[in-house]
């Protein structure tokens, strides 16, 4: 069966610090894989999304940046944290656009 | 306005009460998501839909193409049930990536 990791599960980094988000999937070959965020109170924001190894597509324009080195990893990544990058960071990982998605447990990053 | 709208954006029931959470949608689809978020944040697929009606235990999600709106039944509600439940479309304008509703807040009460 697939299962999904995601680490680490919480964590608190200072402005202007940087940021290494690991997603990897188990029990599937050539996943879509996507990175979305949850600010407080709001809903799902789609921030990148990976259809093959080195293929990385951005949604918003932000200080955020993916890579795919791996097949079944994806990563999330920033040179300087900002506050407004605080938030809920879930990976999720599909067989296809408009196929079921199945999520990570997510990493709650708090930038202080 | 947001393509994918869902109401009411809070709802408090007792428990065993019959529940409906709503999604209208204004793009075309391929398929409409109906998401459980739990109060640690995880997040689980409830249903995929593009026609009809499906039913797993307590939970029947309905959808009308030609209304463009869905709905999400409870019943006999728990509170278990407890959750934020997200709505979302894949978006054949958008190369058919999720997009998300804004979530119903569920708060089931014993």
């Known amino acids: 069966s697939q299962t999904i990791h995601q680490w680490p599960a919480t964590l608190v980094q200072p402005v202007g610090s940087p940021l290494s988000l690991e997603c990897t999937v188990e029990g599937t070959s050539n996943p879509n894989l996507y990175w979305y965020r949850q600010a407080a109170g709001r809903g799902l924001q789609l921030l990148f999304y990976s259809v093959g190894i080195g293929q990385i597509s951005s949604e918003v324009p932000q200080n955020l940046s993916a890579s795919r080195p791996q097949d079944r990893q994806f990563i999330l990544s920033s040179k300087k944290l900002l506050l407004s990058d605080s938030g809920f960071y879930l990976c999720?990982?599909?067989?296809?656009?408009?196929?079921?998605?199945?999520f990570g447990p997510g990493t709650r990053l708090t930038v202080t | 306005k947001n393509e994918v709208e869902q109401s009411p954006q809070n709802l408090t029931a007792q428990e065993g009460e019959f529940i409906t959470i709503n999604c209208s949608y204004s793009?075309?689809?391929?398929?409409l998501h109906w998401l459980q978020q739990h109060p640690g944040g995880g997040i689980v697929s409830l249903f995929m839909?593009?026609?009809g009606k499906k039913k797993h235990g307590r939970l029947i999600a309905t959808i009308n193409i030609q209304e463009k709106h869905s709905s999400l039944h409870i019943t006999a509600s728990h509170p278990r049930d407890s959750a934020v439940y997200i709505c979302?479309?894949?978006?054949?304008?958008?190369?058919?990536?999720?997009?998300f509703g804004a979530g119903t807040i569920l708060r089931v009460k014993s």
């Open positions: 839909l593009s026609s």
């Open positions: 793009v075309g689809i391929s398929a």
């Open positions: 979302a479309v894949s978006n054949m304008e958008y190369g058919n990536k999720l997009v």
């Open positions: 999720a990982w599909s067989s296809g656009f408009g196929n079921e998605q199945y």
